[in-house]
């Protein structure tokens, strides 16, 4: 909702819809939503694009968006004034501002009884008087009984007289006295009780003063306007506003719409989903009738329509499957090189802090796969002193902790990568870690060739990845 800001395209809509079509008729109601409270600066900045005559709003219809092209009417059969109308439907407008502002601006503050629901205001502001009767004790669905009507024929007696007294209702300073027309619309129509609450019968005595009117003309029987002149004169009886061929669809509406969507909900068997695709069908059925040459609009086209339009749904939702499919099958199972990257520089710093014995004993142990005895011959020790050397206190000593939290608890240090022979790859050559004629002899030499106390030398010994 725009809640008037950046109006001026709705504004030229609005008035390119054929509302220039009625003529003397025509003089529009601005309506407020009750969320919508009173911002002096934003009512000011409307009212200046409002036009005041016909000729103004024909050249501001012509500012119209694409949205009426080919169906805009933008052209007047004479130059008139156009009057406007507010209501208003949020507490904040009981402000003093708001009346000086509607009368610097020639606008009419609706008179509107809603039942208490929304403000009520008897403030006069233009050269006309604009009341609205929404129901006397029930918005919309109660009537008014005839001590009620009595009270209102007195008030729009007393407006048609040009007098703007000072009540409850009223928040600024009178209005200068001079007579006014006053329009009077009934619309407490929920339980059609608009055209019983008639203001012009005799029992309320406002006939005789309609009929008759402040200047004396007479404008005619049966309408609620009172003490204004015949509007229709010089009104061509020929409608200038070309039907819109879409109304088609509302003769077959009530017979139509369980048809559409039974189809539908038969077949996809969702509420919702249906629900979108009938709303879905409609709209694309009034688009339809507006083309040329527009379709025969029967309940089977609908359903054909409505066919249509489950196809397309299940058509995206393939194609959304589809996609799905695609990319998950290119992701593949991925592993993360930098665990392996981060376990290598750990294992080679811890490494570096062992001394030779302890790594010749994992080179001989984990590299080349010997047995602890071996090693122990190899090394030229005990297999008991062998084996603690095996064991490395130091090494799990020097691994870095590391921890991750899950709540409040910590899961205890991570111990290092185990490490496995890999026999199949024992035969490959390995360079040995000391330059040419400094290669030890005896028990510090493995069997395959390479220096047994510098594993970190050895390009084997390193973690594999977690």
Known sequence: MKKLRDVETPLANFFASGVLALGA?????????????FDADRLAAFFGLLPGSTA???LLAQQHDERLAGRAWTSTDTDRPVRH???VRHPSYRDPALVELLRAHGVALVVADTAGRWPYLEDVTAEFVYIRLHGDAELYVSGYTDDALDTWAQRVRGWQAGESPRTEDTIA???????REVFVYFDNDAKVHAPADDLLGPAHGLRSAWQAGPDGATPGAGRRRTGSPDDDAGVSEQPRVRPDPALGLLDIYDHALPQVYGYLLSRCRDRMLAQDLTAETFLAAVDAARRQP????????????????????W???????RGLRLVHAGAGDTEDPWDVEIDTVVAHQVLDALGPHHRAALTLRYLDGLKVAQVAEHLGRTVHATEALRCAPGLRS????RTRRRGDDRSAARPPPTHHA?????????????????RPAGPGRSTHGHDCRDPVAHPRLLPRGE
């Open 398 to 401: 020097g691994w870095p902790t």
């Open 173 to 179: 300073a009178p209005a200068p006295v001079r007579p």
């Open 85 to 87: 109308a507010l209501e």
């Open 25 to 37: 008729k025509l003089g529009p109601l601005w309506q407020l939503p009750p969320n919508l409270p």
């Open 315 to 321: 058509r995206r939702a393939e194609r959304e499957q």
């Open 56 to 58: 103004e709003a024909s």
């Open 422 to 438: 890999d026999r199949s790859r024992s035969g490959l050559h390995r360079r040995a870690a000391f330059p040419a004629g400094a």
């Open 294 to 313: 527009a379709p025969p609009i029967t309940t089977g086209w609908l359903v054909g329509v409505a066919r249509h339009k489950l196809a397309d749904h």
